[in-house]
């Protein structure tokens, strides 16, 4: 799968190993409270897992993972670079995501998001999943509620 972005041709494929250090820049970047390397490398070739990383001319620029358990699955983890987003890459992440756990049976999918973040919100909403419910504290930097989300994946 490949789009024109800008200059640079965009592919969506599995993560291996060698990504994983760009991976943890972006998750330390974006986030207040990354996830590290090595929890990233703990999901590569999961046959439980969906790790996709989004790549360009220069390099990795987004990831996606999701836990497949049956016919549950939860969106662990999905983040772009502070540079491409706003440009539909996180929809497309989240979409192929969203196929890849139907292709392993997954059924429908649950996640969390911080209650202030208003775009991932939105972007989440734009595909589908609702809000079912909160957990209160669930953030630690700073401490903020999350909304659980889910859709169907049909």
């Given at each position: 799968?490949?789009?024109?972005?800008?200059?640079?041709a965009?592919?969506?494929?599995?993560?291996?190993?060698?990504?994983?250090?760009?991976?943890?820049?972006?998750?330390?970047s974006?986030?207040?409270?990354?996830?590290?390397?090595?929890?990233?490398?703990?999901?590569?070739?999961?046959?439980?897992?969906?790790?996709?990383?989004?790549?360009?001319?220069?390099?990795?620029?987004?990831?996606?993972?999701?836990?497949?358990?049956?016919?549950?699955?939860?969106?662990?983890?999905?983040?772009?670079?502070?540079?491409?987003?706003?440009?539909g890459l996180?929809?497309?992440?989240?979409?192929?995501?969203?196929?890849?756990?139907?292709?392993?049976g997954?059924?429908?999918?649950?996640?969390?998001?911080?209650?202030?973040n208003?775009?991932?919100?939105?972007?989440?909403?734009?595909?589908?999943?609702?809000?079912?419910?909160?957990?209160?504290?669930?953030?630690?930097?700073?401490?903020?509620?999350?909304?659980?989300?889910?859709?169907?994946?049909?």
């Amino acid at each position: 799968m490949a789009t024109r972005t800008r200059q640079n041709a965009l592919t969506i494929r599995a993560a291996t190993e060698r990504d994983l250090e760009e991976v943890a820049t972006i998750e330390r970047s974006v986030f207040n409270d990354p996830w590290s390397r090595r929890s990233f490398s703990a999901l590569v070739g999961e046959g439980h897992v969906v790790f996709l990383v989004a790549t360009s001319d220069n390099g990795v620029v987004g990831y996606a993972i999701v836990i497949v358990s049956g016919a549950e699955c939860e969106l662990a983890n999905l983040a772009v670079t502070r540079l491409m987003q706003r440009q539909g890459l996180g929809a497309r992440l989240l979409a192929e995501s969203m196929d890849r756990a139907r292709e392993r049976g997954g059924r429908e999918m649950f996640l969390e998001v911080r209650a202030s973040n208003a775009a991932a919100i939105q972007l989440y909403s734009s595909a589908g999943f609702q809000a079912v419910g909160r957990r209160v504290r669930y953030y630690a930097r700073p401490i903020e509620d999350a909304i659980v989300m889910k859709a169907a994946l049909q």
